[in-house]
């Protein structure tokens, strides 16, 4: 089914909102203008589920007022690269001319242009291909799952290696969670980000995965409806030797924020 709608959303413009289709006039209408075509409009009513429009989007991290664009700037200021990976990233904007404005893959892609390809790069995956063609520095990863991330390290994409990891909806719909919280963690170096929705229902399992993974909660909000709840998870900076020497069992206190000690004593 997730196959099924991936391709049913390839069909449509980014971002299109469909409506359902017991609203019957404004539905054949909305597909009649996408499709073109009379034939594929009444086919349409024969597919299982609603019908999407994908275009990658950037609105559950603004749900946690946090800015993609101001994390890539610091990192590359400070001498870093910046590495992004979207699971589920669909169309991710570069189907239509991208600005530096647009809140998407595409517009951080533009917005970082000077930079693609040798310091920052973005990789998206899908459950099928969508792109033929993309900028140097932006990868296409087909037939990955949220929880099967893991299988970006037979492509050549090595452990810790994301700043940032970014689902707008594809782990929403995730049944195994521990693999997907598992792969995330392992592919996020040490201060990296996780940022995705789930079902309120699924608290529990997400609370006990991420502690499994290593992961700390940053920030979580319950957005409601469909988005559910929006959370934020940091994989934290290792301790620096000289502390863990001091005291092996030291309990670090994560409601204080460590990070940029860490970096300091890291560099």
Known sequence: MAIKRDLQAQRLRPNVTV????NLIKYLGVMLRETGSLRQTLSSMLHDGTWTSSGGSFKLADVLAFDFLHEAEERLKSGQTFRYL??????AGFRTEPSAKSVNVAGLAKHLEQHLGRRAFLHITNLTPWHTELPEGVTEHPFVTAAGLSALETQ?????TFDIIYSQAAAYFEPD???????ASSLLREGGVLIFNFRPEDSGTISGCARASGLILRKSINAGGMNGVVIAFEKPLQVHRAIEAESAAAVIDLS????????????
């Open 156 to 160: 050549g994409v090595r452990r810790g």
């Open 86 to 91: 979207e699971i589920g990233g669909g169309w």
């Open 19 to 22: 409506p359902p289709r017991r």
């Open 177 to 183: 969670l521990g693999s997907f919280l598992a792969a």
């Open 256 to 267: 204080r924020d460590w990070r940029e000690e860490y970096r300091q004593q890291a560099s």
